[in-house]
């Protein structure tokens, strides 16, 4: 029985849907393919270019694809980045997460967070405290401006800027809902910042707190979650940083193999 039902799967249904077919099949490629051009799309798929093109308007309609100049090229569009989070975050990344953490707190003997993205802000969904006298609380639970937060900050790096300007609408008025102007040039100078060197940084002067943070992937290379390590400015020095997001890439490297394995090893 187990053979007849992998035959059958490798055939496809028995009633297919052409057009299905191909718009999933598009989708595919764009797991593979970060850039598609038209030409390209039609002869993979075995279809006139018109066909290729009333295909792409439709994906283009409901966000799974965006064209990305006016010569044709297309990639991933928002509805995709949306479903691969909501992936992530059905398969409990914070099961696979809090023994990375645990781990990673003893090797830092700092308090570690996990982070995702939640609209325009950062949720903490898991945390392993320091042994230190002095340390930074647990903050799992909370929910804060995602531009304001080094887990915010990394994820966001990775970023376009039309997906940013879906997640930030500028605050022309000043009235605090969305971003100025000038905090939207701010954050994409600070982005252009972790993109040059890596990693996140946040500096919250109220309590001298001082956070690095390294995004998560999945197999895509999209950032769905970062990981950070908060202490008081006094340990968290320059040179101290440096070790430090050495220990958080290993930690998100264990995390993102745990996910594409679902957990086996």
Request: net charge neutral.
């Amino acid at each position: 029985m187990a053979e007849t039902v992998t035959t059958a799967a490798k055939a496809g249904p028995a009633y297919p849907i052409s057009s299905v077919d191909n718009a999933l099949r598009l989708v595919l490629m764009l797991r593979d393919q970060p850039r598609l051009r038209l030409s390209g799309i039609a002869v993979a798929l075995d279809i006139a270019p018109s066909t290729a093109h009333r295909l792409l308007a439709m994906l283009v309609h409901h966000g799974f694809v965006r064209q990305e100049d006016g010569m044709g090229t297309y990639v991933a569009g928002p509805a995709l980045l949306e479903l691969g989070l909501a992936a992530v975050r059905n398969l409990d990344i914070r099961t696979y997460a809090r023994p990375i953490l645990a781990d990673l707190a003893r090797k830092t003997d700092e308090t570690v967070h996990l982070a995702q993205l939640e609209g325009a802000k950062t949720r903490y969904l898991a945390a392993a405290e320091s042994g230190q006298p002095l340390r930074v609380a647990d903050r799992t639970g909370q929910l804060l401006p995602a531009h304001r937060t080094a887990t915010g900050k990394a994820i966001l790096a990775s970023f376009t800027g039309q997906q940013l300007d879906e997640i930030f609408s500028l605050d022309q008025l000043g009235n605090g809902e969305g971003l100025t102007p000038e905090d939207r040039a701010q954050l994409d100078a600070e982005l252009l910042e972790v993109r040059e060197r890596g990693y996140a940084t946040n500096h919250r002067v109220a309590e001298d707190i001082i956070s690095v943070a390294v995004a998560v992937q999945d197999h895509r290379g999209a950032s769905i979650a970062a990981i950070n390590a908060s202490a008081p400015s006094s340990r968290m020095t320059k040179k101290r940083q440096i070790a430090v997001v050495r220990d958080l890439h290993a930690a998100a490297a264990q995390l993102e193999g745990l996910l594409s394995t679902g957990g086996r090893t």
